[in-house]
C-alpha cells in the first residue's frame, strides 16, 4: 500500500447526489462553481470549467468564477481552451463509465430537504390519503 504510482487516474467530486468535478490526472473539469465556498450557493454555469492543477495548484485562474477576464488574463484563458478543448472528450467517457457502474451499485438517495413549505405540503399530501379512510 503506497508503493509506486496511484493506478487511479480520476477522482469524482459530489455535491449531494449532483456531479461537481471531476478530476483527471493533472486537470479538474468543474461542472458548477461555489465561490462563497462549501456552505455557500452552487452557481451552474453552461460550460464546465478546466483547470490545470499542476500549473496552478490554488485554481485562482479566472476562468468562470465571474472575475472581469480583461484585465486578469482572459486572452490566455481563451488560449488555454482552445488548446485544452479537446480533453471533455475524456471527460464524456470517464462519465459515461460512472454512469455504468450505477447500474451494479445504485448512488445514493436525495439529500433530505429542510425546507418548511416541503414538509407542509408532505403532511397536507398524507392528510388528504387518509381523508377517504
Known sequence: LGKGPSKRHEIFYFGGSTLGALRFDDFKFQFYQQPYGWPGEKVTTDMPGIVN????PFE????????????L????????????FWRFVLVQQEVARLA???????????PASFNLEAV????????KAHEGQ
Not at 492543477?53 to 496552478?56: A, E, G, M, N, T
Open 53 to 56: 492543477l499542476r500549473q496552478d
Open 60 to 71: 485562482r485562474t479566472p476562468s468562470i468564477r465571474g472575475e472581469n477576464l480583461n484585465h
Open 73 to 84: 488574463g482572459g486572452g490566455y484563458m481563451n488560449d488555454f481552451y482552445a488548446r485544452e
Open 100 to 110: 455504468e457502474t450505477a447500474v451494479g451499485y445504485p448512488p445514493m438517495q436525495a
Open 120 to 127: 407542509k405540503r408532505q403532511v397536507d399530501e398524507m392528510l
